[in-house]
Structure formats: C-alpha cells, structure tokens
C-alpha cells in the first residue's frame, strides 16, 4: 500500500512564524504535491514537484516555497505565515504520467494549520 | 467555465437508494478521470478511476464516461449511512511528466437511515 505521511495533524503558530511543514512517501513516486483545502473553496494547488531538486509553482504559491532534496520528501515553507494561511494542508504523491496507472494521486493525513 | 464542474449538491438519499453524482470537464483530451471520497475532516481517498468510454463497476460503484459529452459521473447503489461524505472528481490537465489534477469542488452526499 502507498504510504504518504505528514509530520504534524494539527499545529498552531504566530503570525510571522516561519513554518516548516513535512510529507514523505514510502512508494518511490516521482511527483508530489502540496494543496491547501479551505471550505467553498475545494483542493487548491500550491506547488507539486515532478523529480528532486524541481518544483513548479500551482494555482496559489504566493506566501509559500517548497524544497525536495531527496525523492521521498517533500516540504512546504511558510516563510513569514499570516492568519490567511491557516488551513488545511494537504500532500499528495503520484507515479510518473507514463506508468501504468498515470495520475493516481495518493494523499497523506493532512495537517490542520492555525496561524495566530 | 471551470475546468471540472459537479453538481453542488447537497445530496441526501435514503438508505439503499442509487446516489447519483456527476462532473463534467473541458478539456476533450482528457483520458483518465478519478473519483475520490473524503470524510469529514479526512484526507481524500481513491475510490475509482476510468479510462475508457462506457461503464466500470467496482462493487456498489459504478463509474460512467461519456467522453463525447465530457462528463463522468458516479453512481452508488444500496446506499448506506457509511457512504455519506463528499465525492470529489478529479481529471488529469496538463502536460509533462508530473500532470497536476484538477479538482471539481465536490458533491457532499448524505445517506440517510
């Protein structure tokens, strides 16, 4: 079974914190994401990372960067959170579009951010 | 036009009546298009995905694509209380080796006992 973890469920910062959130995937998969989900709004991009060391920018990435130093991890700063940044977060995982069974996207537990 | 669209819903059916959830895309290149279930405060989970036109059954699921309409719906038979939760269709948009999904908003459907 694909397993992809997070590193916190819930955690609560202060506004200008610098914020370090963690995924890591245990299935060898070549691109991961990392989405925000608020409510009305649905799943919103941020950033996903096709191989080590490349990221690409999603539908929302303003306030975040992403780092991917090795293939399993994969993790989200926020460099300066605000209150418009607490959330839910979520990371999510996928084989190369080229395998078998391209896109499948497999998500981790997600972590509930609150930024005071 | 949105990308993906689903009907909003709220959805509430009895208990072991057919919920019928659907999603249309704009994209006519799309090939592969998933279906996703998500509890109250938990991740998003697989549930379905389909490539070919036609029907794929999968237990009480059944996933339906029309590519020439450009809809994909989902169908749920002898509903339970356990499948209440929101149903989220995603397709694949984009190109390269790391192709994002897009995400519909997602229907919440309530089975009522």
């Known amino acids: 079974d694909v397993k992809v973890t997070q590193s916190s469920r819930y955690l609560v910062k202060r506004t200008g914190e610098k914020v370090f959130l963690e995924c890591v995937q245990d299935m060898d998969h070549e691109n991961m994401f990392w989405y925000r989900q608020d409510p009305g709004l649905g799943l919103r991009l941020i950033y996903f990372s096709y191989d080590v060391k490349m990221k690409e920018k999603g539908d929302i990435p303003e306030g975040y960067s992403v780092s991917r130093e090795k293939k399993e991890r994969f993790s989200l700063i926020l460099e300066s959170a605000s209150t418009n940044q607490t959330s839910m977060y979520l990371c999510?995982?996928?084989?190369?579009?080229?395998?078998?069974?391209?896109?499948?996207?497999?998500f981790g537990p997600g972590t509930r951010l609150t930024v005071l | 036009q949105k990308e993906v669209e689903q009907n909003s819903g709220p959805l509430s059916v009895p208990e072991g009546a057919i919920a019928s959830l659907n999603c249309t895309y704009s994209d006519r290149g799309s090939q592969s298009f998933f279906w996703y279930r998500q509890y109250s405060g938990k991740s998003p989970e697989l549930i379905m995905f389909?490539?070919?036109?036609g029907d794929k059954e999968d237990g009480r699921f059944t996933a339906q694509l029309n590519k020439a309409s450009q809809y994909v719906s989902l169908l749920i038979r002898d509903s339970q209380p356990s499948d209440s939760a929101t149903y989220l269709c995603a397709v694949p948009l984009g190109a390269g080796s790391a192709r994002q999904l897009t995400f519909g908003s997602g229907t919440q459907l309530t089975v009522l006992p």
């Open positions: 999510a995982s996928s084989l190369r579009s080229d395998s078998v069974f391209p896109d499948t996207q497999y």
């Open positions: 389909i490539y070919s036109n």
